[in-house]
């Protein structure tokens, strides 16, 4: 990861609401150090942030408690696992959109224990039974997604090693819990189900009753592949911070999918499949855009990323797949259209969340089934954030709060 900028003098100056003449003085005293250059002295972020919280700590009255936060300055979490540089993703090292054509299963697994297994299969384990049960009993307005959730809990209670934070016992735990949030949606095509079935085709007869063409599971897994991890989306910050308070890797994943759950994150693929139905039904792409900014106030759903400035390769990725499927025309004419008239107007590109709702579409499942894949496939990348946090020291993502109520 790239180092931070330093600071210049002013600019430590006005971090810390002192003079230049002060600033200096706390260098003489050995309490700051500065890096001397043609351009003026400079000077590291993260120790001035540091030197900021003691001062805040130290400058506070007695009995002063109340009105103030303890902590520590959070500004750069170091990851190893997902990295986005010259416009790809990288996992590993390695492109995400090669692996891509590898199963889920074997990703996720290589990605939590280091060790490349291609036949590798997820299964739930113990305790399915109490989560189907918990599963029905949700209100009939339910969705996959609340079905998920719950079934992480119900998981949990069944696992007797749920607090254990050995790295082996975590990885298993993972792999299980994702085989259970699929295994936890009900089956809309039951006929064929065999335990060796790869988690991608256990997945697509929840999503969707049709016969699935190999076409349209090999686009499922890649998906899946595509979204374990994303740099450090703001449900992945929610579930490293819940790791940084040892939560078990159950707890962390309902902290995650908990953030997911936002039109501006997890959900965004529903507004993306909705737009790109309606333009697939007939209506104009250009008033189905115009409704789009109306109701969001925002960017079009599906469009832009900005650590992608010449186009999201996940998008591609997925896009391309769809080229080969006959059933996927239509949908890709709706993407065409509609990416066509974006790029004339604002430059914005296709991101995953578009390519995720045309998947969806393309293959008839239903328009929150974009939902269910990107929490399946992130739960992975939560519990792998978690392993690199539980060897960090504990407490330690709690930042600093700065009260602006009365006096």
Avoid at 35 to 49: C, I, K, M, N, Y
Avoid at 291 to 302: I, L, S, W
Wanted: proline share 7%.
């Amino acid at each position: 990861m790239d180092a931070l900028p330093r600071l210049t003098a002013e600019q430590t100056a006005t971090r810390l609401g002192v003079k230049l003449e002060t600033l200096y003085a706390y260098v003489a005293r050995g309490r700051l150090t500065r890096v001397r250059t043609a351009e003026g002295s400079t000077f590291d972020a993260l120790e001035v942030e540091r030197f900021a919280a003691s001062r805040r700590r130290r400058d506070a009255p007695a009995g002063a408690q109340g009105g103030r936060s303890e902590g520590r300055p959070l500004m750069v979490i170091e990851t190893d696992f997902a990295l986005i540089e010259d416009g790809e993703l990288y996992y590993r090292g390695r492109r995400a959109t090669d692996l891509a054509a590898e199963s889920f299963e074997t990703v996720a697994h290589w990605a939590l224990t280091g060790d490349w297994q291609p036949e590798i299969r997820f299964r739930p384990g113990a305790g399915m039974a109490d989560v189907r049960r918990a599963v029905e009993s949700l209100p009939a307005s339910a969705g996959d997604r609340d079905r998920q959730l719950i079934a992480v809990t119900a998981l949990a209670s069944a696992d007797p090693l749920r607090t254990s934070l050995d790295p082996a016992s975590v990885a298993g735990a993972a792999e299980r819990m994702v085989a259970g949030m699929v295994e936890a949606l009900p089956l809309l095509r039951a006929e064929g189900e065999q335990e060796t079935d790869p988690l991608a085709l256990r997945l697509h007869r929840r999503l969707r009753t049709g016969l699935p063409a190999p076409s349209a599971v090999a686009a499922l897994d890649a998906a899946l592949v595509l979204l374990i991890d994303h740099d450090l989306a703001v449900s992945t910050l929610a579930a490293r911070a819940a790791a940084s308070a040892r939560a078990t890797p159950y707890g962390v994943v309902v902290a995650g999918i908990g953030a997911l759950d936002s039109p501006l994150h997890g959900n965004a693929s529903r507004a993306a499949h909705r737009l790109l139905a309606r333009v697939v039904d007939g209506e104009e792409p250009a008033r189905v855009v115009a409704d789009a900014v109306v109701g969001t106030g925002g960017p079009v759903p599906g469009f832009g990323q900005p650590l992608y400035p010449d186009g999201d390769p996940r998008a591609r990725a997925l896009l391309d797949l769809l080229g080969g499927d006959p059933d996927a025309g239509p949908v890709l004419a709706a993407v065409g259209s509609a990416a066509r008239l974006l790029s004339d107007r604002t430059g914005a590109l296709p991101n995953v969340d578009l390519a995720l709702g045309a998947l969806t579409l393309a293959h008839g499942m239903r328009d929150d089934a974009g939902e269910v894949i990107f929490a399946t496939a992130r739960s992975i990348g939560f519990v792998l954030h978690a392993l690199a946090e539980y060897r960090e020291p504990p407490l330690r993502l709690r930042p600093v709060g700065r009260y602006t109520g009365p006096t």
